[in-house]
């Protein structure tokens, strides 16, 4: 094939022609997404560079002592020049150094010693409401008189001993106790009451209001008058040491007619452990002066062989304080 100026061209020259232009174009377009890469790359790194200048070295402010900091510059002073090698640039302008030495001290807190308190093995269970700061309790008559029997024993003199009578009674034993006190009797006594508590305590876990209908024992001689008018006091025992209280309206008066009335009623009666110790035994937190069992049943046989003991104490305590002469003032006071 000729051309206008007389000179051959073959068909597939110009077929390469043509097709070396879309080539190009497709490389320009690679090197300018190249290039663009480049860029956010380098970008990239600038942002990274900047916020590491900008950023503290140390984020959270110490304070330096101005003493420290001049030890410091002191000792940087009598410091040698060491030789460096020439790779080591002197003058970086990020160069930094450490102040861990010159920081100062923390100020160390002083703990208070943990105080380990004894806990018992058995945890005394509460019923009822326990308040924060309960109301108090206005005071009974005989609780007055009772106050008023103390006051009066801390101002009177001491009496000569060698005078007075021998008298079997004291103030663990007082004058209401018409039998003997022994190991073997207040044994029983401890032995029937914790039966009879573990009866009741049962019966509450298992249905309380069945358990309060149907109770075993009741204390105090307000309850225990209670259960007196309507007949259904078994058994009644009576603390030893009650304080003495003398007078219209004291806890003497109040223990010689609970004692006339049981009598009248034919219920046996016993006096054995002390007011702190009966309320051991219930888990009373408050000394417990007296209890009357309303019912026995599972202890039965502990009963009568505890009245067979009393019938003989009390026979005995009575052919003693014939001689003494004490019995017909304590039968004068009922």
């Known amino acids: 094939m000729c051309g206008v100026d007389g000179k051959h061209v073959s068909e597939s020259d110009d077929e390469r022609d043509e097709s070396s232009e879309p080539t190009k174009v497709t490389e320009a377009i690679r090197a300018e997404r190249r290039q663009r890469r480049r860029q956010v790359k380098q970008q990239k790194r600038d942002e990274k560079v900047l916020a590491e200048r900008r950023e503290s070295k140390y984020k959270q402010v ?10 410091y510059k002191d000792c940087l002073k009598d410091q040698p020049d060491r030789e460096r090698p020439s790779w080591f640039s002197r003058g970086a ?10 920081m100062a001290p923390k100020t160390k807190v002083q703990q208070c010693p943990k105080v380990m308190t004894n806990i018992p093995g058995e945890i005394v269970r509460h019923r009822g409401k326990k308040h924060e700061f309960p109301k108090p309790k206005p005071r009974t008559t005989a609780k007055r008189r009772i106050l008023e029997i103390r006051h009066e024993k801390a101002n009177e003199e001491f009496k000569d001993t060698k005078l007075t009578p021998y008298n079997p009674h004291s103030r663990r034993y007082r004058e209401y106790c018409d039998h003997f006190t022994e190991e073997d009797l207040c044994g029983r006594v401890e032995a029937i009451l914790q039966d009879l508590f ?4 049962r019966a509450f876990h298992r249905n309380e209001i069945k358990a309060r209908a149907k109770r075993r024992y009741v204390v105090g001689f307000k309850e225990a008058n209670r259960m007196l008018d309507v007949n259904k006091v078994k058994l009644l025992i009576v603390a030893t040491d009650l304080e003495r209280s003398p007078g219209e309206g004291g806890l003497d008066e109040a223990v010689y007619a ?14 054995a452990l002390s007011r702190r110790g009966i309320g051991n035994i219930l888990q009373k937190s408050p000394a417990v002066s007296c209890v009357a069992v309303l019912d026995y049943s599972g202890a039965k046989e502990k009963v009568d062989e505890l009245l067979e003991v009393v019938d003989q104490k009390r026979s005995m305590y009575n052919e003693l304080c014939a001689d003494w002469g004490t019995i017909d003032s304590l039968i004068s006071q009922d």
Do not use: C, G
Not at 198 to 201: G, S
Not at 258 to 271: D, G, M, N, S, T
């Open 93 to 102: 302008k990020d160069a930094t150094f450490s102040l861990e030495h010159f």
């Open 258 to 271: 609970l004692r006339k009335r049981v009598r009248e009623a034919k219920v046996p009666y016993v006096f």
């Open 198 to 201: 573990r009866f009741q305590d």
């Open 62 to 71: 110490q304070l330096i002592r101005q003493s420290d900091l001049e030890r």
